[in-house]
């Protein structure tokens, strides 16, 4: 099978080459090939160790180190060619693990400790179990917060949208400002006013005001993507800065959204309705605090057609 490379860092490179990332980056990080023309990265440090990569495996991928004069570098490099776009989106992850850095003294060596998470962060990713194409709910579940995340954008401060982005990362509530949180809920315009919350803390919050958000979505050829709400989030934080694209970046792959894995499975979404909730303390949900403490998960389901007066406007949350 021949594969058709798009534009790619290691274009014309022949074998035994290499080619600085990127001029204004303060690390020694290099596109390389190997003597068989293979794809692969490099990145020189004082301060790398066997030790921090010896426990890492990623399959299609070759990892080793090299010493000389004090100085080492750390290779990887892609064994399988039809893995490129995955190992592409790894490379970069790396290299804007590196931007993020603070540029100080100690800059070099917070680099390979910070690089060693992120590669075992993927290697989990990558090991063949985990390799699942998101299912219809997940993406749903994804469409929606990226949904708020740029509803927020357009309303306030970006890099503090993707900062209160926390939903990606196990917390309890989707979105965390320093003046609110949001909870958010994506369903099928089909399945009627339904929405179910898989835990307890989901609509309990130490903030004030907590709001519950619902989208409800239709899937349909003439919708949108979860990529395409991603390219338009990064087409907005680029205006801002290097930063918040770095964070944006990690928080998606923190979801496990890796878009060169899911390939053409993803569905496409139209927003049918923007539904807002204010969850006080009359809101009808369960109280963790009323609960035998033996009782540790609890899945329920709301009917929002009994919630009426609890409805905000959407125009109020986002302002």
């Avoid at 926390?166 to 400002?177: A, E, M, N, T, Y």
């Avoid at 903030?207 to 990064?234: R, W």
């Avoid at 087409?235 to 998606?252: A, D, G, H, Y």
Wanted: hydrophobic share 35%; proline share 2%.
């Amino acid at each position: 099978m021949s594969i058709k490379y798009i534009d790619h860092p290691w274009k014309e490179m022949s074998s035994l080459q290499q080619r600085r990332v990127d001029s204004k980056l303060n690390y020694n990080i290099f596109w390389i090939t190997d003597i068989n023309c293979n794809f692969g990265i490099s990145i020189e440090s004082s301060h790398l160790g066997q030790s921090q990569t010896q426990n890492i495996q990623l399959k299609g991928f070759d990892i080793y180190l090299e010493s000389i004069a004090g100085t080492s570098k750390l290779y990887l490099v892609l064994t399988d060619k039809s893995e490129w776009q995955i190992f592409h989106s790894l490379c970069l992850d790396l290299i804007n693990t590196a931007k993020s850095i603070s540029d100080d003294y100690d800059k070099e060596r917070k680099l390979i400790p910070l690089l060693s998470n992120r590669l075992l962060r993927w290697q989990q990713i990558l090991q063949k179990d985990n390799i699942k194409k998101m299912s219809i709910e997940q993406q749903m579940g994804l469409f929606g917060e990226l949904s708020c995340l740029y509803d927020f954008s357009k309303k306030r401060n970006l890099r503090d949208s993707v900062i209160a982005w926390v939903g990606c990362q196990s917390g309890k509530q989707d979105f965390l400002f320093d003046n609110l949180a949001v909870e958010v809920k994506s369903k099928k315009s089909s399945s009627g006013n339904k929405v179910y919350i898989s835990s307890l803390d989901q609509l309990h919050c130490d903030k004030d005001p907590l709001y519950l958000l619902v989208y409800s979505l239709t899937s349909t050829e003439n919708g949108e993507s979860i990529q395409d709400m991603v390219e338009k989030i990064k087409l907005s934080i680029e205006e801002v800065n290097v930063q918040s694209s770095t964070n944006f970046e990690k928080k998606l792959m923190d979801y496990g959204y890796i878009h060169e894995i899911e390939g053409e499975n993803l569905l496409k979404f139209i927003i049918d309705k923007k539904q807002v909730y204010i969850v006080d303390n009359t809101f009808p949900k369960i109280n963790p605090h009323s609960l035998d403490s033996q009782i540790r998960d609890v899945r329920y389901s709301i009917d929002l057609s009994q919630c009426e007066k609890y409805k905000r406007s959407f125009e109020k949350l986002f302002n």
